[in-house]
């Protein structure tokens, strides 16, 4: 498994790079997830949807689908492809530290 290092802190992710162990996941390793992925900075909805996500995750073992996250997450499925411009749930849920949700491509 290959080996990424966020906020000095060596994590296994796989091959697409999304973490291998969401429990290696820290808040200040989303900023340098979130650069990788061309997101300068990381705003309040940002932040919304990826503790949306993971607590998604926590409850029921996998992310949300894009579907899911405009109807719960409080932020709006436009909203979401401004936010995470190459797909919103595969971006959320890699800057969040949890695995690619079921479904995304």
Not at 6 to 13: F, I
Not at 37 to 46: A, K, Y
Request: charged residues 25%; proline residues 9%; hydrophobic residues 40%.
């Amino acid at each position: 498994m290959p080996i990424a290092t966020y906020a000095g802190k060596a994590v296994t992710v796989n091959d697409e790079g999304f973490f291998e162990d969401p429990s290696q996941w820290t808040e200040a390793m989303a900023p340098e997830i979130a650069r990788a992925q061309s997101i300068d900075e990381l705003t309040e909805p940002h932040w919304q949807v990826i503790k949306f996500m993971r607590a998604e995750y926590a409850e029921k073992g996998t992310g949300p689908t894009v579907r899911v996250l405009g109807k719960t997450s409080g932020v709006s499925v436009k909203d979401l492809y401004q936010l995470f411009p190459k797909g919103p749930a595969k971006m959320a849920a890699k800057i969040a530290g949890i695995p690619k949700p079921r479904g995304c491509i």
